[in-house]
């Protein structure tokens, strides 16, 4: 009996979250303890992304169970809901990167990940070269593969994956679509956000579980939802010069 489309697409999920398990973990060790070194030092993880990637930006911003220390750039005309095609000219845009992370506190010291599916586009790869000119140390997170052989979009004819400090390979194929079927010609049943958000969590869990290997306790959020008695507002305040959606 043939499997349904539901089962197909949970079962690509399933292949690919194994894949990038067995072949990136490595990778996300390396990040997580850049990053834990870090925030043991006392600063940031930025995280940006354009487009849906943003996404992943927010996935571990002021997150439950997450990091305190974790600032989202955030830029509304870089996302969807304001004008999805505008969005889509802009992250090409030249020179547009810098305009966005100048409004944020990036610090010497800091780390910023950026994630791009492709990346190829120019805003994603600009702000990975604004993060190296200005001392941070930065983590890509990308479908570098899948994308090797397509020309960057930026005039160095660099892609991120060249610009960074170190590679977490979301295993994402071309195009991000997974899925056939006879009568439609278009691929469908993305899989960018499943694979880039258990990656950036795993990246999270094992920072946490490195900060604690140095004896350091992480801050880490509860659930405003539990009557938990934990103060959010003095750990906010703590870092609100530096964590600019806060």
């Not at 094992?206 to 507002?233: C, F, W, Y």
Request: glycine share 6%.
């Amino acid at each position: 009996m043939e499997k349904s489309i539901i089962a197909q697409y949970f079962a690509r999920v399933y292949e690919s979250l194994q894949q990038a398990e067995q072949s990136q973990s490595e990778n996300v060790y390396k990040a997580a303890q850049l990053t834990a070194q870090r925030l043991i030092a006392g600063n940031i993880l930025h995280v940006f992304g354009t487009g849906h990637s943003h996404i992943l930006a927010e996935e571990i911003f002021f997150r439950a169970g997450g990091l305190v220390q974790v600032n989202a750039i955030l830029d509304p005309a870089l996302m969807l809901h304001l004008s999805a095609s505008k969005s889509t000219d802009l992250e090409r845009l030249q020179n547009y990167a810098r305009i966005v992370l100048e409004r944020y506190d990036l610090q010497e010291g800091d780390v910023l990940l950026v994630v791009s599916n492709s990346g190829r586009n120019a805003v994603p790869i600009e702000a990975a070269l604004y993060g190296k000119e200005h001392g941070l140390h930065v983590i890509a997170m990308t479908s570098a593969a899948a994308y090797a052989a397509l020309p960057s979009r930026h005039p160095s004819g660099k892609k991120l994956a060249d610009v960074a400090d170190i590679v977490i390979d979301t295993c994402v194929p071309e195009g991000d679509a997974s899925l056939s079927l006879p009568g439609l010609e278009q691929r469908f049943g993305p899989l960018s956000t499943i694979l880039g958000a258990t990656l950036i969590q795993a990246l999270v869990c094992a920072t946490i579980e490195e900060m604690l290997r140095h004896q350091v306790q992480p801050k880490v959020l509860i659930s405003a939802n539990v009557d938990s008695g934990q103060d959010h507002a003095a750990l906010f305040q703590e870092y609100r010069r530096r964590i600019r959606h806060f």
